[in-house]
T-cell receptor, first 115, second 115 residues
Framework: DSGVTQTPKHLITATGQRVTLRCSPR?????VYWYQQSLDQGLQFLIQ???????AKGNILERFSAQQFPDLHSELNLSSLELGDSALYFC??????????????FGSGTQLSVL | AQKVTQAQTEISVVEKEDVTLDCVYE???????LFWYKQPPSGELVFLIR??????QNEISGRYSWNFQKSTSSFNFTITASQVVDSAVYFC????????????FGSGTRLQVQP
């Protein structure tokens, strides 16, 4: 168990809908990352938050947004869903910077199916 | 920008065979970190190893060993005496300590170990 909690584990929805994926990082970790894993694109970095602030953006669509709350949990919002958004969405967290701390701990993922 | 290449899409071996998974990386940073993650059929991403760019010592952990060669920008992973439970997708990844710390993943190698 990595200590990173993601809910829900599975989500089935229809095109055009909006969903919210939730992530609780490991205790003490300030950084949260979101990744999308699809068959054709592999593991793609979407966005990173550090202590409530956006730190870096990757290949995140404009229809997607995220935030990190004061209690450090994060939510990834996906709107106007398309069939191609079906994927496994991972959240990861990392410890504060320091020697030996360069590592991401991944949650078990949310499998999103858009029908 | 960083790039990780795992040229082997899928490898199939028979139990007890040794197998090496290749990983080649690109980065202009002199300090970087290399990782291997395992994704078993259950879907979660399991951390296996992290290596710093300034530490070229090879590492052995049980049946797993890693060969880091800066001269060829490679970080290969060998499983000795493979077992059916080793069947998974293995990802090599790279991160740099400057700016965002998100991992850049390779496309993964699917390892099938036949009994």
């Amino acid at each position: 168990d990595s200590g990173v909690t993601q809910t829900p584990k599975h989500l089935i929805t229809a095109t055009g809908q909006r969903v919210t994926l939730r992530c609780s990082p490991r205790s003490g970790d300030l950084s949260v990352y979101w990744y999308q894993q699809s068959l054709d694109q592999g593991l793609q970095f979407l966005i990173q938050y550090y202590n409530g602030e956006e730190r870096a953006k990757g290949n995140i669509l404009e229809r997607f947004s995220a935030q990190q709350f004061p209690d450090l949990h994060s939510e990834l919002n996906l709107s106007s869903l398309e069939l191609g958004d079906s994927a496994l969405y991972f959240c990861a967290s990392s410890p504060p910077r320091g020697a030996g701390n360069e590592k991401l701990f991944f949650g078990s993922g949310t499998q999103l199916s858009v029908l | 920008a960083q790039k990780v290449t795992q040229a082997q899409t899928e490898i199939s071996v028979v139990e007890k065979e040794d197998v090496t998974l290749d990983c080649v990386y690109e980065t202009r940073d002199t300090t970087y970190y290399l990782f291997w993650y395992k994704q078993p059929p259950s879907g979660e991403l399991v951390f296996l190893i992290r290596r710093n760019s300034f530490d070229e010592q090879n590492e052995i952990s049980g049946r797993y060993s890693w060969n880091f060669q800066k001269s060829t920008s490679s970080f290969n992973f060998t499983i000795t005496a493979s077992q059916v439970v080793d069947s998974a997708v293995y990802f090599c990844a790279l991160s740099v300590p400057t700016g965002r710390r998100a991992l850049t993943f390779g496309s993964g190698t699917r390892l099938q170990v036949q009994p």
